[in-house]
């Protein structure tokens, strides 16, 4: 197709927005889902795939590449340029992303909840900026050169911006990232994750707030920008300062803010209480609501970005206040949730990574210098506000890691820092290294501090490898021989051994169950790990079942001898799965390992769901 | 916030984003829903949201105010601006939406049904668009200046071009705005529904093709271009016209697209239907498959865009191939489903009247022609298909007015064409007039000629106004009283005529009904229509039902003598709706008549799911 003129999207430029989202939602998701059978947040996952995808691993190789004569066109600048309509169109949708992302975050927050921990809120966030604040202004105050001060952070006249500026950037947190975390943990809605929510949303009040001053005090004079192309916007920035940021205007962004969030949260929630109702009544259902809770969001979203407050905290505020009606029934919540958390997120998390080479401009002493302020002076401010509000040590601990992931909000205001001068390059890798290492780190060391324990599930015992569907078997002992025989292949034990053991067993008693069940089993000595081999058999094996059933679904569990507890934990993870007729019948109707997996799958989520407190 | 430089959005492009979204969207909704109520398909109201949202209304309006000086600033122009980078990423949101809405339009597609109706399909398609567009080319060949031939659309070299051109706008068909049209029916899954749909589906094919033949052969030289804005622009699209669309690279196209659509619909929908499992094995669920298919959609519309067809091709032709899985479960396409048609799909439709003055740019001469030769060419010629193709007359005529609708893929093609200087302003008018006016009367009409009724609910009949909560009565008489008390405030009829009326056919029988409902009812002489008023009695009234249960839902029923059929209505929609257990028990709990006709309202959503073929 054409070009279209200066304004409008070319042919290439919608190929590369669809080809580029489409990557960005791939690549996070694959990686997503990989972080969580770690056992990790799936945030991790996906900003990971953000710095695969951008300059410091596909753009290099993309370069490279180009200068070895292996690809005509530089593959990375095709699909994420740097400048034009293109890169203009995928940040309006990540921008987009990030806003309905904090709107679902917005939407899990329990209003009561928060109001009661008011008072503690205060005191972890307060004590987790005053600490970091203190140390990123010391250090920035006297060290600006060696730290990375731009043209605009050096000098008489910029010193106390950007000393104010790296304080903020030391303290701030960023509650998208945090609120996925505890999500991801399965704790967003406990009390502790409502505190961190709460202390994360103050505490980035203040930040932005304290921005906007670092904005208000940027020298007019004694500009040196040395890259001509941001001359342009740099000037914009002064006169935006000048015009809008001066010190009165601040305190009324201030005080609108203030007013925004009391009314939102007061006549906002009722109003959005009574109207539910009504959309509900008159409008197609579930469809209207969703189109109604949407549009509140983005104009709540409209309106702080318009304040200056940045976008995402109208989507949040409007969350916290419609979520907050019993009115929005469960099936919407699903419905947004689903596509919000599979489809905008992972593709606003992929983005973080996509403008920094995180290799040319790394310096280590910034990094680390950074890195280290910024997690000790968040932690430990935190976890003495945390202590203040009488918590017990170890939850104390663990939110004050939750604290200190500082994720997207740090990079968004290094960015704009970036832009208007106020720091270099190196000092924005140190920033991003920073947020991105906390939003990796406090994830994982919150669960091991709170003893977090994901319960295991059949289908994490469970490869294709492990489902035979359909043997030929039409005895016990065949069957037993042809479990037995593929446990051998997965296990590198004999055949024969496990097959002894197994018939030994079931010598015994027999080892049907009700429902067309059988779990023959053995504890065997030289097995490293637990081995699950299950067969489908349509037409049944007599397992000697109490109900007289032939066996259907047979599964074989081997454990380790020294490791008792396991079988235990496998035989009852075995029946509890197949406990539903539903289930049982499905599995039967399936045709391949995959599809019976699938089942298990789906069935272990219908049952996480029917199970959880919303 | 900051202006980030020339390739980013400032803080005013996020606030316009944002708020020029959810504009669009609330008022597409709002209008929409307001469609369905008066029986319309509800993208009627979503394209005339955008007509109001254009230049046409508010932006009229905008211009006007600010002349007068009752505003500082031109909202319109803050909202929806004609150039930079909100309009740049609204553009992309909106192409991102029509990908979407096109991808849910091809989950929908029976592929079985489709491949059945090949012939009949090839036989709507070819002679639906061999009338019309010989109808468009002969009097574009004839009267270029009259019709509005642009600066490269005259002379020797312009007179082919502009003559096919105009052929192919008259014959294309709207692929999304008819398969709305068909969705909102409810006839999407009718034989009727996937012909039209197959039938569009190769006439878009043909005409998009046919577009990338006009291009390869307009003229080069001769060009007089008005406007120097256009300059750059129209520079780009001949040396596009030349590299890209030479002959040989038009059959190149063809080709590739050909093998696209066969490779897509046979292995890639193998694939999907293998990968389906595989993904719902191992990713979560449900939110994994969500990814997946969205990945998979958007990665096939990046292939078609860049082939030259439209993003919107490829898109909906993943969707035709896994919609086809057996393995994609009910709930992943309800929640895209909602997603998309409440979200996506709304704003699409709105934005097609975005950008267009319908009144300054109108020519009427032009306008009557254009859409004449078009709907009469377009219907006849599909009719007369659909005839040899052995549809009964009722059924092609409904096709054919199915098959008239334009809608926005005529406008793309006219937009197109307008910046390549091909037309100018006042046929790319008509055109868009011709598009919009062919969409909002093939619902209708089809409606009309396929006597679709859509059957009416309890709902339908009744406001606020009409139901009362808790009311102070203890006895038969005094609910029955207080209930034409309000019946004579609705109807302005006596309330001691209803009440004797009623009361006289109670006395007969008492009107009790098991489950806790009672329906008092009558027919009155000098009722103009039917009239339904309900007290939810949480105490409950003694209606003698059988099972002896006191009445705690009580609906006067209200019909004319002259429609007793009316009276049959009422009273099974009334015992319908109140037929479940979990309905009568949610009704009890509500507090306000809105509240209960929520309850309503979901009820009968659900009904409709739990019986939809789907």
Chains 1, 2 share one sequence.
């Not at 994720?407 to 106020?422: H, N, P, Y």
């Amino acid at each position: 197709m054409l070009q279209l003129g200066a304004s409008s999207l070319s042919a290439n430029d919608i190929t590369a927005l669809l080809l580029g989202i489409a990557i960005l939602l791939g690549l996070a998701r694959i990686l997503g889902e990989r972080a969580r059978r770690y056992r990790q947040p799936s945030v991790l996952g996906e900003i990971l795939a953000g710095i695969i995808l951008g300059p410091t691993i596909f753009g290099a190789l993309s370069t490279y590449l180009v200068a070895k004569g292996f690809l005509s066109h530089n593959l990375f600048e095709l699909i994420f340029p740097l400048e034009g309509g293109e890169k203009i169109a995928l940040d309006g949708f990540i921008t987009i992303s990030a806003t309905l992302l904090l709107f679902v975050v917005g939407l899990e927050v329990d209003l009561s909840t928060v109001i009661r921990q008011g008072k503690e809120a205060i005191a972890v966030s307060l004590a987790g900026i005053v600490l970091p604040f203190t140390f990123g202004f010391v250090i920035a105050w006297y060290l600006p050169d060696f730290l990375g001060a731009g043209p605009r952070g050096i000098g008489e006249d910029g010193q106390l911006p950007f000393a104010i500026f790296l304080g903020i950037a030391m303290s701030i947190t960023a509650l998208p990232v945090i609120a996925k975390i505890l999500l991801d943990l399965n704790i967003a809605k406990s009390d502790m994750g409502m505190l961190i929510i709460s202390s994360a949303m103050l505490n980035d009040l203040v930040g932005w707030i304290g921005f906007a001053i670092v904005l208000a005090l940027l020298p007019v004079t004694a500009m040196v920008i040395p890259d001509p192309a941001a001359i342009h916007s740099a000037t914009e920035v002064v006169t935006d300062a000048v015009n809008n940021t001066g010190s009165s205007q601040v305190v009324t962004t201030i005080l609108i803010t203030l007013v925004f969030l009391a009314l939102m949260l007061t006549l906002g929630r009722l109003a959005c209480h009574k109207a539910l109702p009504y959309v509900q009544a008159r409008w197609s259902w579930p469809g209207g609501v969703l189109s109604f809770v949407i549009c509140i969001s983005l104009i709540c979203a409209a309106f702080t970005e318009y304040l200056g407050i940045h976008s995402i905290f109208g989507a949040f505020v409007a969350g916290v206040a419609i979520g907050d009606s019993t009115h929005l029934s469960e099936r919407t919540r699903d419905t947004i949730n689903q596509f919000i958390m599979n489809i905008f997120s992972p593709i606003f998390f992929a983005s973080i990574g996509l403008r920094i080479n995180f290799i040319s401009e790394f310096n280590i002493s910034i990094v680390l210098l950074v890195l280290v302020l910024a997690t000790v002076g968040k932690v430990s401010g935190s976890y003495f506000g945390a202590r203040l509000a009488k918590l017990g040590k170890r939850e104390a601990s663990a939110l004050s890691f939750g604290m200190a992931a500082q994720g997207a909000v740090g990079i968004i205001l290094g960015q704009l820092a970036r832009e208007a001068g106020l720091i270099n390059d190196e000092l924005m890798v140190a920033i991003v290294v920073m947020a991105l290492t906390t939003s990796l780190i406090s994830g994982p060391i919150m669960q091991i501090i709170l003893r977090l324990q994901h319960q295991r599930k059949l289908i994490d015992f469970l490869t294709d490898k492990q489902v035979i569907i359909d043997p030929t078997s039409t005895d016990i002992m065949q069957t037993i021989g042809e479990l037995s025989k593929r446990a051998a292949e997965i296990t590198n034990l004999k055949a024969h051994d496990i097959y002894k053991a197994v018939l030994q067993r079931e010598r015994i008693m027999h080892t049907g169950l009700p429902g067309g069940l059988a779990v023959p089993h053995a504890r065997l000595d030289n097995l490293p790990k637990p081995c699950v081999v299950i067969a489908r058999h349509r037409n049944g094996i007599d397992f000697d079942a109490p109900d007289g059933k032939p066996a259907q679904i047979i599964g074989l569990l081997l454990t380790p001898t020294d490791q008792p507890e396991t079988q235990i934990e496998l035989l009852s993870l075995f029946a509890k799965s197949f406990s539903r007729n539903e289930i049982r019948q499905r599995a039967l109707e399936i045709k391949s390992p995959t599809e019976f997996l699938a089942v298990l799958n789906q069935a272990a989520a219908e049952e996480a769901e029917a199970t959880s407190p919303h």
